[in-house]
């Protein structure tokens, strides 16, 4: 029982995320700079330290362009018709992302700007990582493409039914990161099964159709996949 109650309030979670990608560009231009940042920081190579730091801004923006979405939402309940208040509100809150906007990418700045200059006059060199840092990476961005699909095609909740399967996704990303990180047949092939009955149990309790478990399995093994041969 708590943990079918978990799941509901990740559910739940899960769907505010959605419902924000799905209506606010500005969350979704967010999602997008995740990747550029994750696929940007593995390639030039920073610290791990640098990399962490990245990250966390990269969350708190979201986070406070979510917070922005939330407080125009219940403005807009508050307050049926024009008010000097609710705009006053509405400015506030999007000033405030403005700010964190503003001091991420100034900091993204301080962080980048010397590799970025090293990457131009070296020229083109792919910095490499170990196979469960290129795992967690590939692992994430499976993630945040599964919110920007499912966004898309505006149907579905990200624990149960849409495009693509979230489930075939990510089991199928662990299958690769498994397959190439082990290099042993036995593993693979136990992780393959494990991801083919996670994948065919969300056809057999109807919560997708086949089209989209098999879209969920491709989306997960070609980008970590990808990955892992550009990073690895």
């Known amino acids: 029982m708590p943990l079918r109650k978990w799941i509901k309030s990740t559910n739940h979670a899960i769907e505010g995320v959605l419902h924000a990608a799905k209506t606010q560009r500005h969350v979704r231009y967010h999602l997008y700079a995740a990747i550029v940042i994750l696929l940007t920081s593995f390639l030039l190579g920073i610290t791990r330290t640098e990399f962490g730091v990245l990250v966390i801004l990269t969350i708190v923006v979201l986070s406070v362009e979510m917070l922005n979405t939330a407080i125009e939402a219940i403005t807009d309940i508050l307050f049926k018709e ?56 590939s692992l994430v961005i ?37 397959t190439l990180i082990s290099g042993s047949f036995a593993p693979s092939a136990l992780v393959l099964i494990m991801a083919v009955v996670i994948a065919q149990s969300r056809v057999y309790v109807k919560v997708h159709t086949p089209l989209e478990v098999i879209a969920g399995a491709l989306l997960g093994t070609s980008i970590t996949f990808l990955l892992f041969k550009l990073f690895s």
Do not use: C
């Open 82 to 137: 024009y008010d000097e208040k609710a705009k006053e509100i509405k400015d506030i809150a999007a000033g405030a992302v403005l700010v964190t906007a503003l001091g991420a990418a100034v900091i993204g700045y301080i962080i980048l700007y010397k590799p970025v200059e090293q990457f131009f006059y070296s020229g083109l060199h792919i910095a490499k990582h170990s196979g469960g840092n290129v795992a967690v990476v």
């Open 142 to 178: 499976v993630l945040i493409m599964v919110v920007l699909i499912k966004a898309f095609h505006g149907r579905g909740e990200p624990l149960r039914g849409g495009m693509p399967s979230g489930h075939a996704a990510v089991a199928f990303s662990i299958w690769v990161a498994v």
